[in-house]
């Protein structure tokens, strides 16, 4: 049995939510989403000195509902971020951010009514709502009380951006139920609707569009909805999908924790080649996205893009820029086809000096598809360090003998073993040190492979393969795991998703317009 560091990948600490979850009414922008919202408020360099905690993760997500809380300690930093970006964004250096926020003449007798004008339209685009007559008093009485001090009416006008910015309305997204004891599962009101979609599927706050179409009372007409999806699909925002979907659902955000040694792969630094393969795997899955071709194509994909430095590190032939990515087509002789011979895959996914059979069969189980196994016992021993004999393979096959091993590394280890030709940092390798490399294996169902690329291709033909894809962005998308009364819509999702060809966009669609992304069900439904 492996030690217990490289029994679990990066990430398998996350915590763990117990217990049916009920759709929640209220939830925290995550440190993503709320720097997006910040910047389509105040220009795209508004900054700030505050430094937000990472988001703690569930099931490999920032964006759990069970997690995202906040505390006395996060909610003070949100308040001194909040007089840092506004201070900057009306300062007299900063034409931009006074040109979003200034947008009436504030002169002698029109302070009052351009003030309100000024915090109705941006309460608006930072609550996602129109703001009510009494949210614009109280906030009036703010401006007021802070000009009575003394204060510059743009100071003054700031103190009311501020309360703005730290405004649960801000910083949660909030999922009104029906009247206190009214049983049901309810519609999304339009604005809630539209907040749902745009941070789902742009991690941003609605355009102006996406609004005018709530305030229309059309968005929750099914043809309006996906008439807005396929729009916001198109936009560049869409790109939130590979940043944050993509890089939390396979966990190539998490790359940057890996650490190979220095001293026994001096290149993974050197070269930067974290950061190059995880742009690798980006722009491999945006090109599926985009394209609107299969997502199955995925594990067996004839083209990558490659920088200077990841070329060499393949064995790519060619002239590569350092910084800019080349699309290039791979030949039926090469060693990399498909993620399974990513380097993001194979370096996230091995111990600080060598790969780990145990960390790659089990990523591949648990993010493709949805078959995770659980943790070790603790009275396993661990796998020796030090000298050793024979190839990992075979050290591997003698420690696990045991019954109370074997089961779980049963569906693990002949998947690990398909990527033996790859080292720690996903080098291609004929040998591992003197022995031979053995990569044949066979699933439990008895299917055979030979090697990563024809892992690849068993795996693309597993049905477990796009009903796990569903699973993993239907989790994203609701910002929570499936529950059992979720089977019937994620069966349906998965069917509509074979029937598109595995067309990730039109999955997207079909979520989108699914009954459980339009609606919620009330606290008090949810608890009897």
């Known amino acids: 049995m492996p030690t217990d560091s490289e029994g679990k990948g990066p990430g398998d600490g996350d915590k763990v939510a117990v217990g049916p979850i009920p759709s929640q009414a209220i939830r925290r922008l995550t440190r993503t989403e709320y720097l997006n919202t910040v910047r389509e408020l105040l220009g795209p360099s508004a900054t700030t000195s505050q430094v937000l905690p990472a988001d703690d993760l569930v099931d490999g997500y920032d964006n759990n509902t069970q997690v995202l809380g906040i505390g006395s300690l996060l909610l003070e930093k949100y308040a001194l971020a909040a007089e840092d970006l506004v201070s900057s964004a009306l300062a007299s250096g900063n034409a931009d951010g006074r040109a979003r926020l200034l947008t009436c003449d504030f002169s002698g007798v029109n302070e009052t009514p351009c003030a309100r004008q000024i915090l109705s339209s941006f309460g608006r685009k930072a609550w996602r709502r129109p703001l009510t007559s009494e949210d614009v008093e109280r906030l009036m009485g703010l ?56 941070y789902f599927l742009w991690s941003s706050p609605p355009d102006e569009a996406l609004m005018a179409a709530a305030e229309a009372g059309t968005l929750q007409e099914p043809a309006e909805l996906e008439r807005q999806t396929r729009r916001m699909l198109s936009a560049p925002k869409a790109q939130a999908l590979v940043d944050n979907f993509a890089s939390q659902w396979l966990r190539t955000r998490q790359l940057t924790q890996a650490q190979p040694s220095p001293a026994l792969f001096p290149t993974f630094t050197s070269l930067q080649l974290a ?165 044949r294996g066979t699933l439990p169902d008895g299917r055979s492979f030979d090697g990563a690329i024809e892992l690849g291709r068993t795996l693309k033909a597993d049905a477990a393969l796009p009903s796990c894809m569903v699973r993993h962005l239907f989790t994203y998308a609701l910002g929570r795991q499936p529950e059992v009364d979720d089977e019937a819509v994620l069966k349906q999702l998965t069917q509509s998703f074979g029937d598109q060809g595995y067309r990730m966009k039109e999955l997207l669609v079909q979520l989108t317009l699914s009954p459980t992304f339009r609606m919620r069900t009330s606290q008090q439904e949810a608890h009897q």
């Open 143 to 198: 401006v007021q009380a802070s000009r009575a001090a003394g204060d510059s009416f743009e100071v003054a006008l700031g103190v009311g951006m501020q309360a703005i910015l730290t405004s649960p309305h801000f910083l949660f997204r909030v999922e009104v139920d029906p009247s206190r004891g009214v049983v049901s599962s309810h519609l999304l009101s339009p604005h809630e609707l539209a907040t749902r979609l745009a």
């Open 275 to 439: 950061q190059a393969m995880s742009q690798e795997t980006a722009l491999v899955f945006a090109e599926l996205l985009k394209g609107d071709r299969s997502m199955l194509d995925l594990l067996d994909a004839d083209f990558t893009y490659v920088n200077s430095a990841l070329a060499a590190h393949y064995g790519i032939p060619g002239t590569f820029d350092p910084v800019r990515f080349t699309r290039v087509a791979l030949p039926e002789s090469s060693n990399r086809r498909g993620l399974l011979t990513h380097g993001s895959i194979l370096a996230l996914n091995a111990t600080p000096t060598r790969n780990s059979t145990v960390k790659r069969g089990k990523w591949v189980l648990g993010r493709l598809l949805c078959q995770e196994p659980p943790p070790p016992p603790a009275s396993i021993p661990q796998l020796p360090s030090g000298p050793t004999t024979g190839s990992l393979r075979q050290r591997m096959e003698q420690h696990v003998s045991s019954p109370m091993c074997s089961s779980c590394h049963a569906q693990m280890d002949p998947i690990g073993f398909a990527l033996e030709h790859y080292d720690a940092i996903g080098a291609w390798r004929a040998t591992d040190g003197e022995y031979a490399i053995d990569a």
